[in-house]
């Protein structure tokens, strides 16, 4: 076996095998962007996926996992733990605006997170780990996971069938996902241990009351335009006086519906808004304090309301020793200079899921080019990525995985 701490030459091998397929993990890419699919509905992206994993030579792969994920299997040369690698494959429910050749041809769906990106880099990676069984020992195991982007998730389903299930050697020494960051320069890889990514919880408030002419609201019980303004402004309450000051979150109300006119008080005022938070804790007390705080100022106005409270993803947590080998193999692979520490970030993602149960890391691939206008967010109908990246995502993952057996064994 191998030891990549004393065989650089192991470094080179597969930063020279990402180059090689480059352009066929660009071909990938481009492909998949064409033709997105929306969450549990990746048909015809798990077909592609198992094409391309039969014509690698890859061991062993299930497909229909979670509906529609694949799981697959790459052996080394010789039996030892298993480290798995992810990518999500869903699509958003975003119509694309660019104007290059491979757009999506499916109007109002595209790849706006850059999952097409995610998949095709696992691919390139497990390209590379089937062409060098020799320099590692034990498996790595690769998700294809469906419905990143919609609640529930994909990644549940996954777990619960089978995704993190135990190998010969026991159960999986570490869990690594990778996400393209368009605020990055491209080829940088982004680390960050501990809270990383924030809880999303969804909440629906109606406020509910008589309605009337906009003339006579003495007449009225209550006016549920004025209450809805006022749960509104004291739901910053629970940010600035529930949440601890070193406790990250934040509560917003971003959809407000009152269906009234000039001269009429509607009956209700739907609003709808998303709680990030870092902490369980908080996540707890926010829900409670969210609770409380709508029905007493709707009770002190006159008026009735209803509440849901979705519950979203946990927030994720980077295992300390897992970001720690991330941060070493990044600085080995793409260098110190290109080794970046990141801010948290309150997207939310449902790699949390396996992180509650298995030590890993999730990381940023930056993909950024001002130079050549590549800059639009994520979830936004002009986002794209600068390729050349690809190139880093695929030959880092392989290394990654690597590295993380050689360290186990």
């Known amino acids: 076996m ?12 597969i930063r020279d095998a990402a180059a090689a397929g480059q352009e066929w993990v660009v071909g990938v890419r481009r492909s998949l962007h064409q033709h997105p699919e929306l969450a549990f ?9 198992k094409s391309e994993l039969n014509a690698i030579g890859v061991d062993r792969i299930r497909t229909g996992v979670a509906k529609t994920g694949v799981i697959a299997e790459i052996d080394g040369a010789k039996p030892g733990p298993l480290v798995i690698l992810r990518a999500d494959i869903d699509a958003l429910p975003i ?27 696992l691919l390139g990676a497990a390209r590379i780990l ?6 590692f020992a034990g498996t790595v195991r690769l998700l294809f996971q469906p419905s990143e982007e919609k609640l529930p998730g994909g990644a549940p389903a996954m777990i619960a069938e089978g995704a993190l299930d135990n190998n010969d050697a026991g159960p999986p020494v570490a869990i690594f996902g990778q996400h393209v960051r368009p605020g990055m320069e491209s080829g940088t890889i982004g680390v960050r241990a501990g809270a990383f990514m924030a809880s999303a919880d969804e909440i629906y408030i109606t406020v509910h009351a008589d309605g009337g002419h906009a003339a006579e609201p ?5 006016d549920p335009v004025l209450a809805a303004a006022h749960i509104v402004v004291a739901l910053q309450s629970v940010v600035s006086r529930v949440r601890p000051p070193g406790d990250p ?5 971003g959809r407000v519906v009152a269906d009234g006119a000039t001269n009429v008080i509607p009956p209700e005022v739907r609003m709808e808004g998303t709680l990030r938070a870092m902490s369980a804790a908080f996540r707890r007390d926010a829900h409670e304090a969210i609770r409380r705080t ?8 006159g008026a009735t309301i209803s509440i849901e409270i979705k519950v979203g993803y946990p927030a994720l947590v980077n295992d300390a020793g897992a970001t720690a080998l991330v941060r070493q193999a990044s600085t080995e692979y793409v260098g110190p200079e290109r080794t970046v520490d990141i801010d948290r970030w309150y997207a939310a993602e449902d790699f949390a899921y396996y992180l509650e149960q298995v030590p890993g890391a999730f990381y940023m691939l930056g ?21 050349p990246a690809l190139e880093t995502g695929a030959g880092f993952m392989a290394y990654l995985a690597i590295r993380a057996l050689n360290e186990t064994n």
Do not use: W, Y
């Open 2 to 13: 191998v030891d990549l701490v004393t065989s650089p030459g192991v470094v080179e091998n």
């Open 41 to 49: 509905c990746e048909v015809n992206t798990a077909a592609r996926v």
């Open 95 to 121: 119509h694309e605006e660019n104007t290059f050749d491979f757009r999506s041809q499916i109007d109002g769906c595209m790849h706006a997170c850059g999952h097409d990106g995610h998949t095709a880099s």
């Open 130 to 135: 089937a062409g060098m069984r020799s320099a």
């Open 218 to 222: 003495h007449l009225q019980n209550a």
């Open 249 to 253: 979150g934040v509560l917003s109300i």
């Open 294 to 301: 709508v029905s007493n100022i709707a009770a002190a106005m």
């Open 367 to 387: 993909v950024g080019n001002k130079a050549l206008g590549i800059a639009s967010a994520v979830h936004t109908p002009t986002f794209t990525l600068d390729e």
